[in-house]
Each structure stands twice: as C-alpha cells, then as structure tokens.
Nanobody
Framework: QLQLVESGGGLVQPGGSLRLSCAAS????????VGWFRQAPGKEREGVSS????????YYIDSVKGRFTISRDNAKNTVYLEMNSLKPEDTAVYYC?????WGQGTQVTVSS
C-alpha cells in the first residue's frame, strides 16, 4: 500500500528557510505528478507547487514564486520543497499528494 510521509517542518523566523521532504513507500513517485499543498488555520487547502513525472516541469503559485523550489530524487523516491525567505503567511500544514494519496502533513510556522 502506498504511503506518503512528509517531514522537515518546524518553527522558523521570517526570512528563514526549511526543506520539506515527501518520501513514498509502496509505489514509485516517478510515474505521476507530485504536488505540495498547504492549509492554514481557517482557510481552504491550496496547491502550492507540483512537479511532473514526464518532463520535470514545475508549477508554483504566484505567492511562492522565486522563494520555493520543488525537486525530486527518484533514487530516494522522495520529492522536496525547498522554502526560502519564509513569511508569516506561509504558516500552514503542508501536505504532499500523489494520485489520490495524501501524506499526514507537516507543520510549518513562520514567526518571530
């Protein structure tokens, strides 16, 4: 059975950086697009970034362009989200999604 496990969240000051990881077991992540989503308190879950399997094409929402970078390591069956210049409005639980599978989420808190 496919399982996605996110890690790398935490508390960071504004302007800081974090790298989130989405590790998969039970299925290879290099067959379909992998997406990162986030949900802040009181808000709907939103798509943040994605990376395609076929050509590695990436997508970012406008609010994170130039600050976040998505990448994949097929040998480790893991997708990463490098987050730089973090802002308080980036505070949310971050989830990875692969096909119909979701991870449990990892909390990112940006606060001084």
């Amino acid at each position: 059975q496919l399982q996605l496990v996110e890690s790398g969240g935490g508390l960071v000051q504004p302007g800081g950086s974090l790298r989130l990881s989405c590790a998969a077991s039970g299925l290879s992540l290099d067959m379909y697009t992998v997406g990162w989503f986030r949900q802040a308190p009181g808000k709907e879950r939103e798509g943040v970034s994605s990376i395609s399997s076929s050509d590695g094409r990436t997508y970012y929402i406008d609010s994170v362009k130039g600050r976040f970078t998505i990448s994949r390591d097929n040998a480790k069956n893991t997708v990463y989200l490098e987050m730089n210049s973090l802002k308080p409005e980036d505070t949310a639980v971050y989830y990875c999604k692969y096909r119909d599978y979701w991870g449990q989420g990892t909390q990112v808190t940006v606060s001084s």
